[in-house]
């Protein structure tokens, strides 16, 4: 095959051109998407990595809210955006419950996106009102054989993290339970306290300044041993062997963005993670620090896909359109 001067030079440019432009990186502001409300859990991490990622390289990381549809619409952007590396996205659990319960979505959740690192992990704890009769979950459990579909727990919603984690539960143990979903906000904690609903399925950040002053009393810890920010707080796996769940913050950029860049990121974070503040400021919000590699991120995020995809099929939940 015959190849002229202007095929060989348009080919040596192409094979240039990512190298050129991961040595330039960052060569402007750099944008941090998250999907979730001002001041809440995304919000809070999102804004911590900015302002240490900010310091490490150099350069201004902004972050930017584009909430709504569970943090589709911040992923969906991100996925569609310029693979520079200068649009990141601060992915949270919620990711891989989306793509396991609805039928379409405008991106694919693992080929779309150039994963960079997990930064938090967290468990989910089952709380109680202090008043509640059951004093442990094996008496929970045996309270829900007793009266099926008569105990409830609470959600941020339909297709949440905390329905399927609920769910989960109801599943492992054998019962029944009924769902009460929310709009997000304080209500799932206040219908518990209020002896509305019998069981908040939340984040340590929810549930802790509630179980310290006394308003609602844990029945367990998702994560499979005690969690240092829950002392005296038995795993669920106790009275269910092997069950844990844990969700996670990760950041992550559009798909085909140049694996030097990736790398870099991935250092970055891994160097920010080692900070003592910022081990103090995540163990203060309920989670711990959590580094990954960029494939060992993308692993879990396919794993936990087939892992909710399972619950929603074994628990008959309604996919989304």
Do not use: C
Not at 22 to 43: E, R, T, Y
Not at 85 to 95: D, E, F, I, P, S
Not at 210 to 238: E, I, M, Y
Not at 302 to 316: E, F, L, Y
């Amino acid at each position: 095959m015959h190849l002229n001067r202007r095929t060989v030079l348009t080919s040596m440019a192409a094979l240039a051109a990512p190298v050129a432009l991961s040595q330039g990186w960052p060569s402007k502001p750099i944008q941090l998407v998250h999907g979730f409300g001002a001041g809440g859990n995304a919000d809070v991490i999102a804004r911590l990595v900015a302002q240490k990622l900010q310091d490490q390289i150099g350069k201004p990381v902004v972050v930017e809210i584009k909430s709504g549809a569970g943090g589709m619409i911040a992923t969906n952007a991100v996925a569609k955006s310029e693979p520079d590396g200068h649009t990141l996205v601060m992915l949270t659990g919620a990711h891989t419950v989306s793509a396991a319960m609805r039928k379409t979505l405008p991106y694919d959740p693992v080929n779309d996106f150039s994963f960079i690192s997990t930064v938090t992990a967290f468990p989910f704890v089952i709380a109680v009102r202090p008043d509640h009769p059951a004093k442990n979950l094996t008496e929970l459990i045996q309270m829900a054989k007793a009266s099926a579909g008569k105990i409830s727990f609470s959600s941020v919603g339909v297709g949440s993290t905390q329905h399927l984690v609920g769910e989960l539960l109801a599943g492992s143990a054998g019962v029944q339970l009924l769902h009460v979903p929310y709009r997000g906000g304080g209500a799932p904690v206040q219908s518990v306290m209020a002896g509305e609903v019998d069981l908040l399925i939340d984040t340590p950040t929810v549930a802790v300044a509630h179980l310290q002053s006394g308003k609602l009393r844990a029945l367990g810890v998702t994560h499979a041993t005690p969690w240092p920010t829950l002392p005296g707080v038995v795993p669920v796996a106790h009275t269910l062997p092997q069950f844990e769940v844990r969700s996670w913050l990760g950041l992550a950029a559009p798909a085909g963005v140049p694996v030097s860049i990736v790398q870099r990121l991935n250092a970055e974070v891994q160097k920010l993670l080692q900070r003592p503040d910022v081990i103090q400021t995540l163990t203060l919000a309920g989670s711990a620090a959590s580094y990954s590699t960029p494939q060992a991120m993308q692993d879990m995020v396919q794993s936990d896909i087939a892992r909710w995809r399972s619950v929603i099929a074994q628990r008959n939940i309604q996919m989304e359109n």
